[in-house]
């Protein structure tokens, strides 16, 4: 419990951001209009793609022999970037199925 303590400590400027930006996406996400939501996904899937190359360069820079933050954090990276990308083309799919003819 002490060195979760001192790890929260060390790094409490990091996670003040974190926590601040998590509210402050939750905020302008609720904002945005219906229409623009399918734009804003497809630039959505652009950053989540260099989300994953990041998780995985973190993961190959990560000691593997023990579990590190470092590992933790590149293998939720690249899983939560992946299902973000998926599941915006998916949506994005969905929502030009829309504009198409009829036949």
């Given at each position: 419990?002490?060195?979760?303590?001192?790890?929260?400590?060390?790094?409490?400027?990091?996670?003040?951001?974190?926590?601040?930006?998590?509210?402050?996406?939750?905020?302008?996400?609720?904002?945005?209009?219906?229409v623009?939501?399918?734009?804003?996904?497809s630039?959505?899937?652009?950053?989540?793609?260099?989300?994953?190359?990041?998780?995985?360069?973190?993961?190959?820079?990560?000691?593997?022999?023990?579990?590190?933050?470092?590992?933790?954090?590149?293998?939720?990276?690249?899983?939560?970037?992946?299902?973000?990308?998926v599941?915006?083309?998916?949506?994005?799919?969905?929502?030009?199925?829309?504009?198409?003819?009829?036949?």
């Open positions: 419990m002490e060195q979760a303590f001192e790890f929260f400590y060390a790094n409490k400027d990091a996670i003040f951001i974190i926590v601040l930006s998590v509210f402050l996406g939750i905020e302008v996400i609720s904002n945005v209009p219906s623009l939501h399918t734009p804003l996904m630039g959505a899937n652009a950053i989540s793609g260099v989300i994953i190359i990041g998780g995985i360069i973190l993961v190959g820079h990560a000691d593997v022999s023990k579990v590190s933050v470092n590992l933790i954090l590149g293998i939720l990276a690249v899983l939560f970037g992946t299902l973000n990308v599941g915006g083309f998916v949506v994005t799919d969905r929502m030009l199925e829309m504009f198409k003819k009829k036949k």
